[in-house]
């Protein structure tokens, strides 16, 4: 099943894109920051949202992580 249409799994591959676009623009700043306009936008949006909020980013990685391990997937 594709993550489109189960939406824990959507969910997760938002938490891991801005956990992801983060790290990416901590390693290498100049990376992202020519890239604001069109696909590569999105990610350079995704490390914004993943350093300004990233008490609530963890939070909510962790929340994941314990309904993923109760699932048992």
Excluded: D
């Excluded at 939406?7 to 920051?33: A, E, R």
């Excluded at 890239?35 to 963890?58: C, D, H, T």
């Amino acid at each position: 099943m594709s993550a489109l249409f189960n939406f824990q799994s959507l969910l997760l591959v938002i938490i891991l894109t801005i956990c992801t676009s983060t790290y990416v623009h901590g390693i290498f700043p100049t990376f992202m920051n020519n890239r604001k306009q069109g696909f590569m936008g999105i990610f350079w949006k995704a490390a914004r949202i993943g350093e300004r909020l990233s008490p609530y980013v963890s939070i909510c990685c962790l929340a994941m992580a314990k309904v993923w391990i109760m699932i048992g997937n």
